[in-house]
């Protein structure tokens, strides 16, 4: 069973027992045989929680997990904490009890162990039944596809939007000027700026495409529309990045071994600020990105400053992203598009030096992340956790790429980690 359906069955399930939970404790008297059964529904709802915060997880690690929980709050009530807690705020009794009881801890093993046992039998069964006809996809959690290697030369074609922002645009260029393997073409979208912003990227040879609809989403597209006309790959560099020399080489050669993979994406390292605001960028803002799109989409999230992805991927997702919306994160709206299909790989080794500009004062950090609740809006319901389930379902294995379940042939500030 792939993961985005484990991670709906289980919600489902949540769903169902916290309300079994409430009627059970609001509306039966309370006795021995209601406390053991919610100590139960309270062992469930943990073990569940943990499965659709984390569907990859064996049902033993699941289940161990949600016994520590439980063990760790049955052990707390004999602070007496818990309930001096309830008395003050009755609530509380719901999620961390009242009084110790030994016998509470039987029931917490008896009632994961059966869930445990439960999710793997569901897990084999439902594998075994969509076994036959499942096609290939490369994605989060599955093996990339190996391949033959490909054997013609692939053409580049480097796109940076750029807005008011010479002074980084000109560190960024330098650095693609020395890349052990050159691009075939630099091309800078020149989104409305006011200042010397194209005439740095003329100087240093780039072609410059002007985007009068200010907004990351529009300069980008823009660049995209541009290159996708002759180059097999389109990497993505914002103004501030300042690739490291090999950059280009090791995502060519990345998508020369394999032809299955479709995007390639990295990580950050930030510069700019003191290191405790450089580690909590990397680890909790691009890091944490990284960790909850993943947890909910079922695939890496394409980070927007550092990532490649072939022209026909770009034809196949164009007609539906949000390109004219300012007020999203681009390479999220791009994230929600793509498919397992499209063979999306994140690798942790390819970073790329970037800013630190956008995490540096709580207005701009909170604004970003702001954006990330209008993204998921924009897009409803392509980023819901059961249509992600619908495009993981095993299908035939075609020539031509499919389509979003629904959609027909015509299908809308800075990235997410910018």
């Not at 001096?84 to 093993?109: H, I, K, N, S, W």
């Not at 994160?329 to 390819?350: E, F, N, V």
């Amino acid at each position: 069973m792939l993961p985005s359906r484990r991670r709906v069955m289980a919600l489902t399930g949540l769903v169902l027992v916290i309300a079994a939970g409430l009627l059970v404790h609001a509306a039966l008297p309370d006795t021995a045989v209601t406390d053991i059964a919610g100590d139960a529904l309270y062992a469930l709802v943990a073990y569940l929680l943990v499965v659709v915060l984390a569907p990859r997880l064996p049902a033993w690690a699941a289940g161990a997990i949600a016994a520590s929980w439980c063990i760790g709050v049955e052990l707390f009530q004999l602070t007496g904490i818990p309930l001096r807690a309830a008395a003050a705020f009755p609530p509380v009794v719901l999620v961390l009890g009242t009084v110790f009881d030994p016998r509470d801890l039987v029931v917490y093993a008896v009632s994961i162990a059966g869930a445990a046992l439960l999710d793997t039998l569901l897990r084999a069964l439902l594998s075994r039944g969509g076994a036959h006809g499942r096609a290939r996809r490369v994605g989060a959690g599955h093996a990339p596809a190996r391949v033959k290697a490909v054997s013609h030369p692939l053409r580049i074609a480097v796109v940076i939007p750029c807005r008011d922002d010479a002074e980084f645009l000109e560190p960024c260029l330098t650095a693609l000027a020395a890349q052990t393997r050159m691009p075939d073409r630099v091309i800078v979208v020149d989104n409305a700026s006011s200042d010397a912003s194209a005439d740095v990227a003329r100087r240093h040879g780039a072609e410059v495409v002007r985007e009068e609809l200010v907004g990351i989403w529009p300069a980008a597209a823009r660049g995209y529309d541009v290159a996708a006309t002759d180059v097999d790959l389109i990497a993505r560099l914002d103004a501030d990045s300042r690739p490291h020399p090999d950059w280009l080489e090791r995502v060519e050669r990345a998508f020369r071994d394999d032809e299955g993979l479709g995007v390639l994406t990295g990580g950050a390292e930030f510069y700019g600020s003191n290191r405790l605001v450089h580690y909590l960028a990397e680890h909790w803002y691009i890091g944490g990105g990284h960790f909850w799109v993943n947890l909910w989409l079922g695939q890496p999230l394409v980070f927007g400053s550092n990532f490649a992805m072939r022209s026909d991927v770009w034809r196949r997702v164009e007609p539906f992203v949000a390109r004219t919306n300012p007020s999203i994160h681009d390479d999220l709206d791009l994230t929600i598009r793509l498919r397992p299909a499209d063979g999306i790989r994140y690798d942790r080794t390819l970073r790329m030096p970037v800013s630190s500009r956008p995490v540096v004062t709580q207005r701009g950090l909170w604004r970003r992340v702001g954006r990330v609740v209008t993204t998921f809006a924009a897009s409803w319901p392509e980023g819901a956790a059961w249509r992600r389930a619908e495009l993981d379902a095993p299908v035939p294995e075609q020539s031509a790429p499919e389509l979003w379940p629904g959609e027909d042939e015509t299908g809308l500030a800075p990235e997410f980690g910018r």
